[in-house]
């Protein structure tokens, strides 16, 4: 095992790190979003309690105040009729205080409905209001710990920054310029292990001959199907 071969693969060590955390640390903006949308579940729920009981209770005392408008009325034909004098009009007035008391009996029933939906919402707000204060603590303890991660993740990867700056130093100069170049543009990941006679960053096969060079390692393999640069793990040296 040459050392150009061994600085090789302690960036390739360094990179499929640094790899993995990066990942991680993508995935936590959506576990973010999750959390976020399950308190937002919760929020709406007691809002949407919240605006129907309002609502309710709106209309029930607009219908309260026409019931009490047609009770003034029907008061207003009771005293008429004790005024009249012939049978007719009397009829009339009485149809008028049935035709007011049938409406006015219609918006109690409506009342009585509408109450009981609001008793029905009001004896469900405190298991709304805890569902959502449950969730407000636990999605805060989520997102805290998802903060955390971060904040782990990132020095994680600054510190494998400073560590791949530190083994990029004994190789030569245009070497480090290349293993640069092709792990900016290859995900991160230049030099990747052959495994099972394939190359690790693209699966693709070795010739007889590639996997021949391999084993002798004595230099660095460029794989022609990713252009990664290919070796055999240096645990395998006995193979
Ligand atoms: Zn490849």
Known sequence: MTDELLHHWALHLIDEEAVRHASDRAKLPDLRRVQEARLATERRKVEASAKRSAELSARRRALERDAAAFEVQEKKYRTQLDAVTDQKQYEAVQHEIAGVAGKRGDL????????????????????????????????????????????????????????????????????????????????????????????????????????????????????????????????????
Do not use: W
């Open 108 to 239: 109690e029933t409506t009342v009585l409905e509408i109450l009981e939906e609001e008793e029905s919402l009001a004896a469900g707000k405190p298991a709304l209001d805890a569902a959502l204060a449950k969730t407000e603590q636990e999605t805060a303890v989520q997102i805290t710990k998802l903060g955390a991660e971060e904040t782990r993740l990132a020095e994680r990867i600054a510190e494998l920054d400073r560590r791949r700056t530190e083994a990029t130093q004994p190789l030569e100069p245009a070497a480090r310029v290349r293993y640069e170049k092709v792990r900016v543009s290859k995900g991160g990941r230049a030099v990747v292990a052959v495994t099972n006679g394939a190359c690790g960053g693209c699966a693709r096969n070795l010739t007889p001959h590639a996997q021949q060079d391999a084993r002798k390692r004595d230099r660095l393999l460029t794989c022609d199907g990713c252009g990664r640069f290919m070796m055999l793990p240096p645990e395998e040296s006995g193979t």
